[in-house]
């Protein structure tokens, strides 16, 4: 697969040079200095009278999606780094408010009501699951703020104060179902995921994929966020004798089901699974003898073959540890901010309803390859691909669409689709 072209920053020693900036900007809570606004009218508090502008970063470093969003403040942090390195944005350097969302959709909702009405800051970067995203979504619309989501999902959603920088379903799903059903041939298939949003739209629409491809659905089966009790489901599984298995599990439920997959003698080669919740920071958790050979699909890999994701993957590695890896969620994080970058120099301005404006047609180099924002649904487009866990942990790419993908999170280009 030809790699994407170069990106426009460097990721090398820069990030070094700021990161006693980014250190302070950490241990901020309070709003401090003078104000564009009023936070109890519904008006933006947020201060550019400074050198400084505040910024959230809203990511589970504890509960069962700790495993998954970690690595994901490691690269938001990462890239507001190099930014401040470069001279910031409009001249200010980022100074960076943290939360915990705690795997706890609610919390996320507290936390983001903080980070906008009493940190005061400019934009929100995080969230990993659609119940997290959805609890944010009035309080962003309430409070006209501004959220970067990175995290592919079911789709069927645009909101004006939301940007999607993961992929939606006709960018990750669909490509997947395609993959299944003309390169691996299936006639059937068993879905398994937990038991929230992402995973019941998403297999909605599988089904009706399927029904329209001539694939048989064996059984559908959920089970709560966290869970780690899957011998019962792996059991129905393998009755079934589906031609694969579609996983939409999210967090550390996913250890205790490939074990059990492995334990009960189903292979990839004979049923394989295609994930799309796994990647390279996922892998070694799960185990990468549980997860050899199966699939995943995605936007983006370590494994890409290209000068710019190289030099990603080492400034990566030098600011985390040799084994730190990268994945596709944290690679959308950290192009998000790029983006709002981006979004802010070109409209000159911080102001979101002026961010917002700006939007359309913003274009970023990213370790994926371009992308550029569509101003009407507020997503990117984005390159699909399969890949292939390897005995390194790492995921080899085995399919590619042969180009980005426009987003079309409402389904509008398929007939088969009725919601």
């Not at 090398?12 to 241990?27: F, M, Y």
């Not at 879905?191 to 929230?196: C, E, P, Q």
């Not at 064996?218 to 869970?227: R, T, V």
């Not at 990566?316 to 983006?339: C, H, I, Q, R, W």
Request: charged fraction near 20%.
């Amino acid at each position: 697969m030809e790699g994407p072209p170069p990106v426009r920053t460097k990721f090398s020693s820069r990030i070094l040079a700021a990161s006693s900036v980014l250190a302070l900007g950490l241990t901020a809570t309070a709003c401090g200095g003078a104000k564009t606004g009023d936070s109890a009218t519904g008006e933006s508090c947020v201060d550019t009278s400074g050198d400084t502008v505040k910024i959230g970063f809203l990511n589970s470093l504890s509960g069962t999606m700790a495993i998954s969003e970690t690595t994901v403040f490691k690269s938001l942090s990462m890239a507001a780094e190099e930014i401040n390195a470069d001279g910031g944005v409009l001249g200010k350097k980022l100074e960076i408010v943290s939360e915990d969302g705690q795997s706890e959709p609610t919390v996320f909702a507290e936390k983001a009501t903080k980070l906008i009405q009493d940190d005061c800051v400019a934009a929100v970067f995080g969230g990993w699951t659609s119940s997290s995203r959805k609890a944010m979504l009035p309080v962003f619309e309430g409070n006209d703020a501004l959220l970067f989501y990175p995290v592919q999902y079911e789709g069927l959603e645009s909101s004006h104060n939301i940007f999607y920088t993961g992929a939606t379903t006709n960018q990750q799903i669909i490509p997947a179902l395609d993959f299944l059903k003309q390169e691996k041939k299936i006639e059937s298939i068993f879905l398994v995921g937990s038991d929230y949003v992402f995973p019941r739209t998403a297999n909605k629409i599988i089904k009706q994929y399927a029904a329209a491809n001539g694939i048989e659905v064996l059984g559908e089966e959920y089970q709560p966020l966290g869970s780690t009790d899957f011998g019962t489901v792996v059991d129905k599984v393998k009755a079934a004798g589906a031609d694969a298995v579609f996983n939409t599990l999210n967090g550390d439920s996913n250890v205790a089901f490939f074990k059990e997959y492995k334990g009960k003698g189903l292979t990839a080669s004979a049923m394989p699974v295609l994930s799309v919740s796994i990647a390279e920071e996922e892998v070694p958790g799960v185990g990468v003898g549980n997860l050899e050979g199966q699939y995943t699909a995605w936007n983006y890999y370590q494994t890409i073959d290209s000068p710019a994701n190289k030099e990603f993957v080492t400034a990566f590695k030098a600011a985390n540890g040799a084994k730190a890896v990268t994945s596709d969620p944290m690679e959308a994080a950290y192009t998000s901010l790029y983006l709002w970058k981006g979004m802010v120099e070109k409209a000159d301005s911080f102001a979101v309803e002026d961010v917002i404006d700006a939007a359309d047609g913003v274009t970023y180099d990213a370790p994926e390859g371009t992308v550029e924002v569509d101003g009407e649904n507020h997503h990117i487009a984005k390159t699909a691909l399969i890949g292939q866990v390897n005995s390194e942990g790492l995921i080899d790419t085995v399919w590619s669409s042969d180009k980005p993908i426009e987003p079309d999170p409402y389904l509008k280009s398929y007939d088969w689709w009725k919601n």
